[in-house]
């Protein structure tokens, strides 16, 4: 855990907080992040962290009650398990108790929770959506909102996010969004997850840039 932050841990997850500096009030975004098919990692947690800075709250519902998985497979293995809409349920409860606008986000497969909230939730502030993104449409959450800033990050050969449409959905979310509300950033390389510090697939050099680029969305917020 970065310095400054204090984690706090419950049944819904942890929550990267800011322990706030004397001064003037800097203007926090409250921010819930959702966590990959693996589950609620300890680089989901460092990734939370680092989003959150000196300045925002960021909530990391666990949706695995405590168990993670060292690969892709195990993890889609343990989801087959759980009742999809107990999921949701518990998704939509995390959000409902924020007390007012948030920001959604969500890594991979938290994406699913992420982009849909984001689309339907009358308190989305933003959408930040790593390595995976839905196309907008009947065939999706509904349209897109008007006005509701996004950001898409992943890897250029991701086989999940390059090769089975995520980018291009990406691509025409932003367009719809227009370039003052939508942004898509590709990086070099085939890593899927690449922003977990946890995992093998982590790479420093594109997760800081992501990072970067998503503190300055919420700067703008």
Same mark, same amino acid.
């Given at each position: 855990?970065?310095?400054?932050?204090?984690?706090?841990?419950?049944?819904?997850?942890?929550?990267?907080?800011?322990?706030?500096?004397?001064?003037?009030?800097?203007?926090?975004?409250?921010?819930?992040?959702?966590?990959?098919?693996?589950?609620?990692?300890?680089?989901?947690?460092?990734?939370?962290?680092?989003?959150?800075?000196?300045?925002?709250?960021?909530?990391?519902?666990? /949706?695995?009650?405590?168990?993670?998985?060292?690969?892709?497979?195990?993890? !889609? &293995?343990?989801? %087959?398990? *759980? $009742?999809? #809409?107990?999921?949701?349920?518990?998704?939509?409860?995390?959000?409902?108790?924020?007390?007012?606008?948030?920001?959604?986000?969500?890594?991979?497969?938290?994406?699913?929770?992420?982009?849909?909230?984001?689309?339907?939730?009358?308190?989305?502030?933003?959408?930040?959506?790593?390595?995976?993104?839905?196309?907008?449409?009947?065939?999706?959450?509904?349209?897109?909102?008007?006005? /509701?800033?996004?950001?898409?990050?992943?890897?250029?050969?991701?086989?999940? !996010? &390059?090769?089975? %449409?995520? *980018? $291009?959905? #990406?691509?025409?979310?932003?367009?719809?969004?227009?370039?003052?509300?939508?942004?898509?950033?590709?990086?070099?390389?085939?890593?899927?997850?690449?922003?977990?510090?946890?995992?093998?697939?982590?790479?420093?050099?594109?997760?800081?840039?992501?990072?970067?680029?998503?503190?300055?969305?919420?700067?703008?917020?």
């Amino acid at each position: 855990m970065a310095d400054g932050l204090r984690d706090g841990v419950g049944a819904l997850g942890s929550r990267a907080t800011p322990a706030r500096p004397p001064g003037p009030e800097p203007r926090m975004v409250d921010v819930v992040l959702f966590h990959h098919v693996q589950g609620l990692t300890s680089g989901v947690r460092a990734l939370a962290a680092e989003l959150a800075g000196s300045e925002h709250t960021v909530t990391t519902p666990d /949706l695995y009650a405590g168990r993670t998985f060292d690969s892709i497979e195990e993890g !889609f &293995a343990h989801l %087959g398990t *759980l $009742d999809p #809409a107990a999921v949701e349920r518990q998704v939509d409860d995390v959000v409902a108790a924020r007390p007012g606008p948030v920001v959604l986000a969500g890594i991979s497969w938290g994406v699913t929770h992420a982009q849909r909230l984001a689309q339907t939730h009358p308190q989305a502030r933003a959408a930040l959506l790593l390595e995976a993104c839905f196309p907008v449409g009947e065939d999706g959450f509904g349209p897109w909102p008007e006005g /509701l800033p996004v950001q898409v990050h992943g890897m250029d050969r991701d086989p999940f !996010f &390059a090769a089975e %449409g995520d *980018l $291009d959905a #990406a691509r025409e979310l932003v367009a719809l969004a227009g370039p003052q509300h939508g942004e898509v950033f590709t990086y070099p390389g085939d890593r899927h997850l690449f922003v977990d510090s946890s995992l093998p697939s982590y790479d420093p050099a594109a997760a800081a840039l992501a990072v970067g680029r998503a503190r300055g969305l919420l700067a703008r917020l």
